[in-house]
């Protein structure tokens, strides 16, 4: 009986500092991915790893795509095709690309298709400041 009243009073002194700073006993989190390519090789594996985590995580799972590297050319007018693009922005994938890696492929921000961000800090810097937004990595 007595460790039932010890549960008890913790459970309310609980719920009193829950209300007094405004935080949550239990906080929904929403997943988060982050998706890095730098291979255009990888494409197809990259837009199939999208779709699936669409399929299997919350409907608002916010997912984000990191492009550096090669692959950046798959997200310009300099490739002839933009169908695995427009596959994953029907995904509602967030696509950002390395401003670097667009320079070293002689690519200019205006060959960009439409649809995708341009990250004038580098394609790194945007990984390491999702990842420290929580974000889960995954590299195809």
Not at 38 to 51: A, E, H
Not at 53 to 74: E, T, W
């Amino acid at each position: 009986m007595k460790f039932l009243n010890y549960v008890t009073k913790a459970f309310a002194t609980l719920l009193i500092i829950s209300a007094l700073t405004g935080s949550p006993l239990y906080a929904q989190t929403t997943d988060k991915v982050v998706l890095h390519i730098s291979n255009p090789l990888k494409m197809t594996m990259l837009v199939n790893n999208i779709k699936n985590l669409r399929k299997s995580l919350d409907k608002d799972a916010v997912i984000a795509v990191v492009v550096n590297g090669p692959a950046v050319a798959r997200f310009s007018s300099s490739f002839s095709s933009r169908k695995q693009l427009d596959e994953i922005l029907q995904q509602d994938a967030d696509v950002s690309i390395c401003s670097f890696a667009l320079k070293n492929k002689n690519i200019s921000k205006e060959q960009l298709y439409e649809g995708v961000s341009y990250l004038e800090d580098g394609g790194v810097i945007r990984l390491v400041k999702l990842q420290q937004e929580g974000y889960a990595y995954i590299k195809p």
